[in-house]
């Protein structure tokens, strides 16, 4: 049976909007000495902006926007609202077909009877285009049309008000390292680690990398330390489940993270794993 202070734990972290889907994840957050963060919708608030348009010769910053917009007309990756909001334009959804997503990559799709594509660097090389490298420090989306580059645009996002104050908690929890991974670029990925005092940045991953950073993370960790990964997208389900205990940050978490979660936060706050460690450790002292 179940000791009566689990339940005890339980429920003090739903009061705090923090959902333990089970005792024994309690008990394990009590051996967790590594924290790993996914940085887009965890870390940071998921909410970009663009920051400027760069043409190609013959383009010009409102077609490039135009063509992004229809892109990312169906995605619902934080980087799509952006662009859609920054359109001033009405986007007429028959133009569009053949929409594919392709993870950690970008955006396919057909407008008409031509091909755009809209994504990251590793999109412009996987699909053969001979794009020009923007060097902004930003999260930066190339566009091709018809297999010709036409431009890119440039977006950023805020880190959360509290996710400095959460590394700092969880350093004063007796956390070893905290590590970030994303599959943004490496220049982001660095601004932000340093301005958050991270102990380690993995950028411009896919999906599956970041599995593999949490496998390699576990051959260097002791056997009784356990790691705990944050996210909050679909993206990051599988790692969710490789983690030793996965934990889901609701505020714009998808319901994939939500479902593959053992823990889920109802807030948005980076802060709140501190509290559920918090609440942890005062659990064992009550159950043992
Ligand atoms: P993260 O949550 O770490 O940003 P994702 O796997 O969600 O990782 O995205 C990785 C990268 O893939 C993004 O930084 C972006 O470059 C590209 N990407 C993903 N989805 C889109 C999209 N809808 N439009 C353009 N680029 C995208
Ligand atoms: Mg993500």
């Not at 999260?139 to 590394?167: C, H, L, P, R």
């Not at 007796?174 to 991974?181: A, E, Q």
């Not at 949490?214 to 356990?226: F, M, N, P, T, Y």
């Amino acid at each position: 049976s179940i000791p009566l202070g689990f339940f005890g734990g339980i429920g003090a972290a739903s009061k705090k909007g923090i959902l333990v889907k089970g005792s024994n994840y309690l008990e394990a957050l009590n051996a967790v000495k590594y924290v790993v963060f996914d940085k887009t919708g965890t870390l940071t608030r998921g909410v970009f902006e663009v920051d400027s348009i760069h043409t190609a010769s013959g383009f010009s910053e409102e077609e490039v926007l135009e063509y992004a917009a229809y892109a990312e007309m169906h995605s619902n990756h934080p980087i799509a609202d952006s662009i859609r909001n920054a359109f001033p334009g009405k986007i007429l959804e028959e133009r569009i077909s053949e929409y594919q997503e392709i993870s950690g990559h970008g955006i396919s799709v057909k407008l008409d009877d031509r091909v755009v594509l809209a994504g990251n660097q590793k999109l412009m090389v996987k699909e053969n285009i001979d794009y020009v490298q923007n060097k902004e420090i930003g999260t930066v989306i190339y566009i091709a049309v018809n297999q010709e580059f036409i431009g890119s645009i440039v977006i950023s996002d805020q880190i959360k008000d509290d996710a400095k104050k959460a590394i700092q908690l969880l350093k004063e929890q007796g956390i070893k390292k905290t590590v970030m991974l994303t599959g943004d670029a490496k220049k982001v990925g660095d601004k932000i680690g340093a301005l958050l005092q991270i102990d380690e940045v993995h950028a411009e991953l896919l999906p599956q990398n970041k599995v593999e950073e949490i496998e390699k993370l576990d051959e260097r960790k002791q056997v009784k330390e356990k790691i705990l990964f944050v996210g909050d997208g679909i993206n990051d389900t599988p790692v969710l489940a490789r983690a030793d205990v996965g934990m889901a940050m609701g505020g714009l978490g998808a319901d994939a993270a939500i479902e593959a979660a053992d823990i889920v936060i109802m807030t948005d706050e980076p802060s709140k794993i501190a509290t559920a460690l918090s609440i942890a450790k005062r659990t064992r002292r009550i159950v043992w």
